[in-house]
């Protein structure tokens, strides 16, 4: 048995893989043109195409808008409440985004409240939102509440 030392140390069998020799005979798979396949400007000595060029073409980022319309910065956030939610409150209770804060269903008024009908209500509501789906509105009415807008 042979004690380890520094001078016969050896690299773990598979850990290190010999680099591959481009251009090296037929035999090898990487000989005659090397991996650079035939004539063109990839296979010249010192070539390099530049990132986005396109043969002389204009590239694509020189033709595309630089600039552009986006309604981001108008657009009106809104905070969905589904009905199923509402049903925490009391028959004939007056449902404002305040007492939905107080309710913890939103963080702040801030942001407008969008009502939607997903689940199904159960008590008879007042409420006050910045919007309604038209759904929403039927099932409100159905239980006998209303929907203002505000």
Same mark, same amino acid.
């Given at each position: 048995?042979?004690?380890?030392?520094?001078?016969?140390?050896?690299?773990?069998?598979?850990?290190?893989?010999?680099?591959?020799?481009? *251009?090296?005979?037929?035999?090898?798979?990487?000989? %005659?043109? +090397? =991996?650079?396949?035939? %004539?063109?400007?990839?296979?010249?000595?010192?070539?390099?195409?530049?990132?986005? $060029?396109?043969? *002389?073409?204009?590239?694509?980022?020189?033709?595309?808008?630089? $600039?552009?319309?986006?309604? &981001?910065?108008? +657009?009106?956030?809104?905070?969905?409440?589904?009905?199923?939610? @509402?049903?925490? $409150?009391?028959? *004939?209770?007056?449902?404002?985004?305040?007492?939905?804060?107080?309710?913890?269903?939103?963080?702040?008024?801030?942001?407008?409240?969008?009502? @939607?009908?997903?689940? %199904?209500?159960?008590? %008879?509501?007042?409420?006050? &939102?910045?919007?309604?789906?038209?759904? +929403?509105?039927?099932?409100?009415?159905?239980?006998? =509440?209303?929907?203002?807008?505000?």
């Amino acid at each position: 048995m042979t004690t380890t030392s520094l001078e016969n140390l050896s690299p773990a069998n598979g850990s290190h893989k010999s680099r591959k020799r481009i *251009g090296r005979g037929i035999g090898s798979g990487t000989g %005659k043109t +090397a =991996g650079k396949g035939h %004539k063109g400007q990839k296979a010249r000595k010192g070539s390099n195409v530049a990132l986005g $060029f396109e043969g *002389g073409q204009t590239p694509l980022y020189r033709r595309l808008p630089k $600039f552009g319309f986006s309604n &981001a910065r108008f +657009a009106t956030p809104f905070k969905t409440i589904n009905l199923s939610q @509402l049903n925490s $409150f009391s028959d *004939g209770e007056t449902v404002t985004p305040e007492t939905l804060v107080k309710h913890g269903l939103i963080k702040n008024t801030k942001i407008s409240v969008k009502v @939607l009908a997903n689940g %199904k209500l159960e008590r %008879k509501l007042n409420i006050e &939102a910045g919007k309604f789906s038209k759904t +929403a509105i039927k099932a409100i009415e159905s239980m006998g =509440g209303t929907a203002k807008e505000i």
